[in-house]
């Protein structure tokens, strides 16, 4: 009897592992739906994109900033920046920590308010990541749906683009997303569309013009002229001219 309930629980927990602790990310996409909206966007090219045309990781957290989906736009995990999975992950933190119900702050808004001399200078160190969620689990795990991050609070602070607010059709605020693997411009670019084809960008107010929460380029000579200024992003195909038509080509919903 005890040997055949010990076999009963081993078979079980192979199944088990596979779902996704219970995190309260019900009000977020899915594994699937994240995954399916990321690589279409992604497979629109960096014509479309931008930057050096790279595959991406994607995050999402929910409003405790508990890490609900990590997803890869490649055939494997291989073929994106290893690194850039902790900092989607990240970025995803910081869009949903740093923006409130009525107020949406991206990850591009805070360069500059986080540099020396500005009002939030060293922001990006005052909050380290969750060491053991960042580099705990199998490698094989990463960018399923059992990744090690899914259901644990993954934290830092990331101050350049690429991390977004997520707020539903009520206008509610949900959570963050992140995008990681090519300019930060180029994660930019990509994360606003995600968020617009999952209909998560019912923005009520942000700082960029058109009161959206998109990337300001108007830092020139160390100075940004709104003071949530970001940098024109070097490599691959310049990111400019799109970033400032993305609240018309893909407007976010106001309420």
């Known amino acids: ?29 899915n594994y699937d739906q994240l995954k399916s909206a990321v690589q279409a966007v992604v497979k629109e090219g960096k014509s479309a994109n931008t930057g050096m045309g790279n595959q991406e990781w994607a995050a999402t957290v929910n409003r405790d900033g508990i890490v609900c989906a990590v997803v890869f736009s490649g055939p494997d995990r291989t073929v994106e920046w290893p690194g850039s999975r902790l900092i989607a992950a990240e970025k995803a933190n910081t869009g949903n920590a740093l923006s409130g119900p009525n107020f949406a702050l991206s990850t591009a808004n805070l360069y500059f308010p986080s540099q020396p001399g500005q009002s939030l200078y060293s922001l990006a160190t005052s909050a380290p990541p969750n060491s053991a969620a960042a580099f705990s689990g199998s490698p094989q795990q990463f960018g399923t749906k059992s990744d090690p991050f899914v259901g644990k609070p993954i934290g830092g602070i990331i101050v350049f683009g690429g991390g977004l607010a997520l707020y539903d059709k009520s206008g509610k605020l949900v959570g963050g997303l992140g995008l990681s693997g090519d300019t930060s411009c180029a994660d930019h670019v990509i994360a606003w569309k995600v968020r617009h084809k999952l209909d998560l960008d019912h923005v009520p107010l942000g700082v960029a013009p058109g009161q959206t929460d998109n990337m300001i380029l108007d830092v020139s000579n160390g100075v940004s002229a709104s003071g949530f200024g970001h940098p024109s992003c070097k490599g691959g195909l310049p990111s400019d001219e799109i970033i400032k038509r993305l609240p018309q080509q893909f407007p976010a919903s106001k309420r």
């Not at 055949?4 to 602790?21: E, G, H, R, Y």
């Open 1 to 29: 009897m005890f040997t055949a309930a010990v076999a009963l629980l081993i078979s079980l927990q192979p199944a088990s592992a596979q779902q996704p602790p219970d995190a309260g990310c019900g009000s977020l996409p």
